[in-house]
């Protein structure tokens, strides 16, 4: 019983490419397992839920996140799945091309893991700390400002800084907005905008 | 009780022993209304993104639609045709999703030479069953829609599920729940014929005195039907089928042809079947496989232009 | 938006001019169908392409970008000489019978007061007659010859539906039928919302757009009304946030405004702010300003903002242009005045024009920090990806920083969408590597300096180290402890208006617990109520909607008090009816004004007071005609965008928009009709999200590669096979890309003249999963809107060619 059967062949002919059907004809049925236990089970049945807004356009549509791990001490989580919240008075459940596919901006490739620094003329970045990269920014932060800094105008009191520009993230909370206006407007910068024009 | 989520099975390939009807069952039906449909391809996104799919990142070929076919990682797809009116001289748009359309009488599974590889529960769905897929191709052959496709990775084919593990525990198919406007819908088979006569009568009032539902008798009606404006022509929508029939091939083996084939049958044939369940598919020579691929494709090919009449 | 998401299923009429919402808000636009389906609503569609949302419309009419103004004045003329007017709204609830001083004028396309070298106006006429009682005089039969009926009906006669044909390219027969669909909701049973986004606002008149619609809108009787309104579909999930809380050159977080240099102290910066009321009765709510403007002062400054110090006035900068806006930041990176650009979350290198002046900006800058959860092209401007970004790293001498941070998924707190609802969500999973919140972030930075300048000292370190941070973790201030600074809260013992005393420390319950004495501090004031005593009422789900209005007043927290639907006020006569039973909002109970909304009024001012429905407006009527608060003009006026392909038929003296800010070498930077003879315009498409959804594996698959869309017509004319790679160039650009070639775009006849359309999608650039592409911005002019500096990429002129691939790119 070595003989091996030629696909092509099964594919050719009408005849021959009954060979399968005929084994139930001829009494091999039943060789499946229940054919309930094929349907891929339910996959969210124990994972957890938490609500959160898709962070794309300004409809902001309710979704759970679907995600590994109970949140209890020795488990990480990790979203495995994205989809609308029904109960959401203004998307009820519904979601966009790519509001459905937010796992994948979750799990993008391409997302930043690590702070990168590129010095001046470099070809690459390198990997660099926390705590380099945030001590050399307020370095230059102060030293530009310092050197810039307009406290008056005349007689006029302007006590202005616009060497230094900044944009907002439109896609960030409100809370990180208002911690960033008062970092930004406190070193009375003027040159400070946001993604509303674009 | 009826009960829609049950997968009870109603019939599967390539078997005479069906499961006796004991329990009665509500079929289910999803309900693509073209006239609410905005093309964005949200269907897509959550049918890859439920699947675990990832298809290739291709190319722009031209047009909007994008995998440019079915593939076996694609089992849903927009289609967009730009059709100019003769009778209103109005540009319509029309796009139309698509994908298995669970047929009443599958001629997929009638096609199917492996015993429960393709089976329908009681609630309408046709389902792949892909551990006893052999790879034949044959459901591609009987599809009158052109729907499945076979892989070339695992050769097994590939197609829409109705998402049968969310309807399994009451959960609309991932197309359905994230349809923005609507345009897909699902419930059981009435309520959407009921929605449909809705939807037709709107449309007949906007001027679209052809619009009606698409639920071909020809596979004695399907499980996912459309909503058309113009259900006069429904080749209009990129090539959707006029009237579907199953392939008269299928039909012949269904019919008088069992004798014959249980007759010729070789004797190589049920060997390797058996070579199949035992050794596993993918022991197959991998130049017949790739034959086997491509005289596939060449059918698609011209099973695609006898499906889509222009 | 004036009204919300839900709210869209009562309109009669859709109208989607100056956007594609279909395409780019899918999940809202589900209420446009719901309108279809349940109310037997119409839906027009205005844009030069068919677009998806086109194709669901009831009536598509093309028009060329860049003329708006002229197709809406057309619109308004039709309701004028047709009598297809809301009469008691209009004569009630505008200021359509305001008479306007003697002096002001319009001829041959400018206002009175037009000085050219300085492109703009002198405004001084561009106002009401003042009576001799202090208060604007009001016509009420509208017949003074001077009054805004009248100058109205005499600013629109010039936009006949020939006018508009030669203007627009529309068919006269199509623009006919979309003016008598528009003048169906005349009738105060029927409602059109106006649904609108970028499609308005990214031209050099963009704010006139805006203008010109509400003008229609007025006259209908819309705005205020279930199913009615000016609805702004705003762009990215918290672009509303951000505008709110001010983050912008010239803005205090609600709308307040950062002082200019000649108010040299609060009073004379209060004293310019209050505004009067200009009739008798009215409300004028900016009455309210420096109760607002104190608070903020101490949410920013505490203890440090004193009466004395006049509330630490001199720790806010002060503004000697009207903005330091991002198309300055670059002008003035271009020419080496700047050194440092710090940016989270955005993509300037491709979002703003003229990518070749980026790139040189970028690179005379001394460094440059990126904070994001994704690789951007502008933290990676001085890396070389071939033709895609050809540029040599030894010759740019930027230190730049990427800095990683979490997403949505990553961190809680609030976002605002375009219906002023703050949401708030939850964390679902831990930071990947060594990912950190922007909030922490900032703050490091901002600790860090501060230890800088308490030690080294410095230019004026008061602001900074006085700076009020008493958050339980320094380095890390919670979401929560921040919600609570934006809701407001008392810093010592104050009356509420019941004379009952809050003690302090207490959350504030809305904004009008806040003082001007010092006692309150609130980080901004119209949010002022999402974080109370009771709780975050941002976190809110409760989604009952009573009476089916599409209201749910429980689900998270709007601004301003929790109010849906804006100047709902107006969804009432005079006497406090609703105008239609079945569009019922709120209504007069003879004690009270009760409904399904907070009212947007004194909740118990008796309608026969007289106090009009628009109470943040001094007049509380409406403005058909604007006075001097815009920089262009009160009323809009037609004028080509910056390049055009037709000369302005109705102002043929006029080139561009006269009140529009350019500078000298963007300006040298424009091209001409006859070397780039095809009107190009820029836009989303529903797969992508700008440049971010490049990054995510299936919405690469849905729209691999970049693309220009034209007609059949010039595709044929120039040689190009659909599929095939096309050359598009500007004066200040060349990109390649594959053509779609399609019958959604035709060629418009503009007074006599054929335009070719060329559309260009946004999604593409050299870092991410899906091919590598340009933007268009490689190609769009620098010029802004003259009222925000929105640059123009909705309409600039580009010339095509069929070409060869890129070098990489595949068959």
């Known amino acids: 019983m070595t003989v091996q059967v030629s696909r092509r062949g ?182 400070f905008d946001n993604q509303a024009r674009v | 009780m009826a009960d829609y989520s049950s997968l009870d099975i109603r019939q599967r390939s390539a078997s005479t022993d069906q499961p006796p009807a004991i329990r009665s069952h509500m079929e289910v039906a999803k309900l693509i209304d073209v006239s609410k449909c905005i093309g964005c391809k949200a269907c897509q996104s959550a049918c890859e993104e439920w699947n675990d799919l990832r298809d290739d990142i ?7 639609d994008n995998p440019h076919d079915l593939t076996p990682k694609t089992w849903t797809l927009m289609r967009f045709t730009e059709y100019e009116n003769p009778e209103t001289q109005n540009l319509e748009w029309l796009i139309r999703k698509d994908g298995c359309m669970h047929c009443t009488e599958p001629g997929c599974l009638k096609a199917c030479p492996s015993p429960g590889a393709i089976v329908q529960y009681s609630n309408g769905i046709v389902d792949f069953i892909e551990e006893n897929c052999i790879g034949c191709g044959y459901c591609v052959k009987g599809c009158p829609f052109n729907i499945p496709r076979l892989s070339e990775k695992d050769h097994k084919a590939y197609k829409c599920t109705l998402c049968s593990d969310r309807v399994a525990v009451g959960q609309a198919p991932a197309c359905a729940k994230a349809c923005p406007t609507g345009s897909i819908m699902f419930g059981t088979k009435q309520a959407m014929i009921e929605q449909a006569h809705d939807r037709v009568e709107d449309l007949q009032s906007r001027g679209f005195k052809n619009a009606g539902l698409y639920d071909p008798a020809g596979v004695s009606g399907t499980h996912v039907m459309y909503v058309l404006h113009h259900n006069d022509k429904p080749s209009l929508y990129a090539g959707l089928p006029n009237d579907p029939k199953i392939s008269p091939l299928v039909a012949f083996w269904k019919g008088g042809a069992k004798v014959f084939g249980l007759a010729a049958m070789g004797f190589a044939a049920v060997a390797g079947f058996f070579h199949y369940v035992t050794a596993g598919p993918n022991e197959v020579a991998p130049e017949e496989e790739e034959e086997a691929v491509e005289l596939d494709h060449e059918k698609r090919r011209n099973g695609g232009s006898e499906a889509r009449p222009h | 938006m004036t009204n919300l998401w839900m709210d869209i299923k009562h309109a009669d009429v859709i109208t989607v001019m100056g956007g594609n919402a279909a395409e780019a808000h899918p999940c809202g636009f589900k209420w446009v169908v719901e309108a279809k389906a349940h109310n037997n609503a119409k ?330 959860p994704l690789k951007t092209e502008t933290a990676r401007f001085w890396e070389n990806h071939g033709e895609y970004n050809p540029v040599e790293p030894s010759k740019i001498q930027t230190e730049v920083f990427e800095l990683p941070t979490t997403l949505f998924a990553e961190e809680e707190g609030s976002l605002s969408n375009s219906s002023r ?140 008090a929790n109010r849906r639907v804006l100047y709902n006020r107006a969804s009432c006569d005079p006497e406090g009816k609703p105008w239609s039973e079945k569009k019922k909002l709120i209504e007069w109970n003879g004690k009270q004004w009760v409904g399904f909304d ?112 034209i007609g059949e017509e010039l595709a044929k004319e120039k040689g190009i096979a659909k599929g095939g790679w096309v050359r598009v160039w500007s004066k200040r650009g060349s990109i390649k890309a594959k053509a779609v070639v399609t019958k959604r775009i035709k060629p418009l006849i503009c007074d006599g003249k054929k335009v070719h359309v060329v559309g260009i999608p946004q999604h593409w650039g050299f870092i991410g999963l899906t091919r590598k592409g340009w933007h268009p911005n490689s190609l769009t002019p620098v010029v802004g809107d003259a009222n925000t500096e929105t640059p123009e990429f909705k309409a600039w002129l580009v010339n095509i060619e069929a070409t060869t691939p890129p070098a990489d790119a595949v068959a």
Not at chain 3, 627 to 640: A, K, N, S, W
């Open chain 1, 10 to 191: 099964l594919l050719r002919g009408v005849g021959s490419g009954l060979a399968g059907g005929t084994l139930g004809a001829l009494g091999f049925g039943g060789l499946e397992p229940a054919m309930a236990a094929a349907v891929r089970p339910f996959k969210l049945a124990q994972m957890r839920e938490t609500r959160n807004t898709c962070p794309y356009c300004s409809v902001s549509c309710g979704v759970i996140l679907y995600s590994l791990g109970d949140r209890s001490k020795n488990a990480r989580s990790a979203v495995m799945h994205v989809e609308g919240d029904p109960d959401h008075p203004v998307n009820r459940g519904t979601l966009c091309p790519k509001g459905s596919a937010l796992l994948d901006f979750i799990q993008s490739e391409t997302r930043t893991k690590y702070p990168l620094y590129r010095a001046a003329g470099a070809a690459e970045f390198k990997r660099v700390s926390w705590d380099f990269a945030l001590d050399r920014i307020a370095r230059l932060l102060k030293d530009d400002r310092d050197r810039n800094f307009v406290a008056k105008n005349g007689d006029l009191t302007v006590n202005r800084w616009t060497t230094t520009g900044f944009l907002g993230a439109s896609a960030t909370t409100n809370e990180t907005a208002w911690i960033t206006y008062k970092a930004v407007r406190s070193m009375g910068a003027l040159v």
């Open chain 2, 58 to 64: 291709g190319v722009n070929t031209g047009v909007y």
């Open chain 3, 43 to 372: 839906l027009i569609v205005i844009d030069p392409r068919f677009t998806r949302t086109a194709s669901v419309a009831d009536l598509y009419c093309p028009i060329r970008q860049g003329t708006d103004i002229a197709f809406l004045s057309g619109v308004a003329k039709y309701l004028l000489d047709n009598d297809k007017l809301q009469h008691r709204y209009v004569s009630a609830y505008s200021n359509a019978g305001y008479v306007v001083r003697e002096g002001y004028a319009f001829e041959e396309g400018l206002f009175a007061g037009y000085d050219a070298d300085k492109r703009d106006y002198d405004k001084t006429t561009w106002d009401y007659e003042i009576g001799p009682d202090g208060y604007a005089v009001v016509d009420e039969t509208m017949q003074h010859p001077r009054c805004v009926m009248q100058l109205l009906k005499q600013h629109v006669a010039i936009y006949t539906p020939e006018m508009v044909e030669k203007i627009c390219g529309s068919p006269r027969e199509t623009f006919l039928k979309v003016c008598e669909m528009i003048a169906t909701t005349a009738s105060p049973e029927r409602t059109m919302t106006s649904l609108y986004a970028l499609g308005w606002t990214q031209h050099s008149k963009g704010s006139q757009n805006i203008r010109a619609m509400c003008i229609v809108q007025t006259l209908l009787g819309n705005i205020g009304m279930l199913g009615g309104g000016m609805n702004a579909l705003r762009g990215h999930s918290n672009i509303q946030g951000l505008t709110d809380i001010g983050l912008m050159s010239n803005l205090i977080p609600g709308y307040l405004n950062i002082p200019i240099e000649k108010e040299p102290d609060y009073e004379s910066y209060i004293a310019k702010r209050q505004f009067k009321p200009l009739r008798p009765g009215q409300t004028s709510y900016w009455q309210n300003y420096n109760k607002f403007f104190v608070s903020f002062q101490k949410a920013m400054w505490g203890d440090h903002a004193t009466r004395e110090n006049g509330w630490a006035y001199d720790y806010l900068p002060k503004l000697d242009v009207p903005t330091y806006d991002v198309v300055r930041g670059f002008e003035l990176a271009k020419q080496g005045k700047m050194t440092g650009y710090v940016i989270q979350g955005f993509n300037p290198l491709m979002t703003f024009p003229n990518r070749t002046k980026m790139t040189e900006a970028f690179s005379r800058l001394k460094f440059v920090v990126v904070m994001d």
């Open chain 3, 421 to 560: 609802w703050l949401q708030w969500h939850w964390q679902a999973q831990e930071a990947p590597g060594e990912c950190r919140p922007d909030i922490e972030i900032m703050s490091e930075l901002h600790l860090r300096i501060k230890a800088l300048y308490e030690k080294e000292g410095g230019a004026f370190p008061d602001p900074i180290v006085n700076l009020k941070w008493d958050y339980a973790i320094a380095e890390s201030p919670t979401a929560v402890e921040l919600a609570r600074e934006l809701n407001g809260y008392t810093l010592s013992p104050t009356q509420d208006l019941s004379g009952q005393t809050i003690p302090a420390g207490r959350q504030v319950d809305g904004f009008a617990q806040l003082k001007d004495d010092g006692s309150t501090a609130c980080g901004c004031w119209i949010y002022s109520g999402c974080y109370t005593e009771k709780g975050n009422t941002m976190a809110r789900r409760d989604n009952t909607d009573p009476g089916n209005r599409g209201i749910a007043p429980n689900w998270a927290f709007a601004w301003p």
């Open chain 3, 598 to 709: 907070v009212p947007d009024y004194g909740a118990t001012v008796a309608p026969d007071k007289g106090v009009g429905p628009f109470i943040l407006n001094q007049e509380g009527v409406a403005r058909l005609w604007t006075r001097g608060l815009m920089r262009d003009g009160p009323f809009p006026t037609h004028y080509e965008p910056f390049e055009s392909p037709v000369q302005n038929v109705a102002f043929p003296k006029i080139k561009g928009a006269p009140a529009a800010r350019i500078f000298k070498g963007d300006l040298a930077d424009l091209g001409t009709s006859e070397e780039f003879p095809y009107a190009a315009t820029s836009y989303r498409l529903t797969e992508h999200f700008h440049q971010w959804t490049k990054h995510a594996r299936i919405n690469a698959i849905l729209q691999p590669e970049a693309f220009v869309e």
